[in-house]
């Protein structure tokens, strides 16, 4: 079974400051996928960041870099100069695809806030 | 990357009763997701919606209680049904989008 753990409840930074959130996962596979959501008050899950797992360069986008280190099966998202807009659940989440199903599993989230 | 708009946004509903919630894809996609998020938990998969074939249910979901119709490929219907208070959460519907999973804006549901 696929398990996906995100081991900080909560976290809290200043505006500005840089962020990193914690994720691991259990997987036996080697071809997955892993991504970041976000999920703000407003419900709307938004896709962040994702990474395959048989590329070795660590994705990025804009201000949102992850650290993937697949050999200890862990998936950390960096965000850098936060903004009060980043204000939001994290989720993190593992996918992975044989015979034509997929199944997306995510951990149990970190709720982030930016303060002023 | 897909949009999806999911109906109702939020309901509140008696126990016993049940609730059909709707999602439409602006493209054709072949599989829908349906997730429930219970109150301050993540996200749980109840069920994968292949067009012309039954749902494949998750563990501890069963058709009975949340079945599903799947009439075209853009299009996907969740009722819940027999509802109970601990029914109560957000319901969100999900397709495969280019980069990744685009996800409905869901369904917040409180059962009375």
């Given amino acids: 079974a696929q398990t996906v753990t995100q081991s900080q409840p909560e976290m809290s930074v200043q505006e500005a400051e840089t962020v990193t959130l914690s994720c691991t996962y259990d997987t036996s596979e080697n071809n997955y996928y892993l991504f970041w959501y976000k999920q703000p008050p407003s419900r709307q899950m938004i896709l962040v960041i994702r990474q395959e797992a048989y590329k070795q360069q660590n994705a990025t986008e804009n201000r949102f870099s992850v650290n993937f280190q697949k050999a200890a099966k862990s998936f950390s998202l960096k965000i850098s100069d936060s903004q009060l807009g980043d204000t939001a659940m994290y989720f993190c989440a593992f996918m992975k695809q044989i015979q034509g199903a997929q199944k997306l599993v995510f951990g149990q989230g970190t709720r982030l806030t930016i303060n002023p | ?112």
């Fill in chain 2, 1 to 112: 990357s897909a949009v999806i708009s999911q109906k109702p946004s939020r309901d509140i509903c008696q126990r016993g009763t049940s609730l059909t919630i709707q999602c439409q894809v602006d493209s054709q996609v072949t599989m829908m997701f349906w997730y429930r998020q219970q109150p301050g938990q993540s996200l749980t998969l109840i069920a994968t919606a292949n067009q012309g074939s039954e749902a494949t249910y998750e563990s501890g979901f069963v058709i009975d209680k949340f079945p599903i119709s799947r009439p075209n490929l853009t299009f996907s219907t969740l009722t819940v049904s027999n509802m109970s208070p601990e029914d109560s959460s957000i319901y969100l519907c999900s397709v495969e989008a280019r980069r990744g999973y685009t996800f409905g804006s869901g369904t917040r549901l409180t059962v009375v």
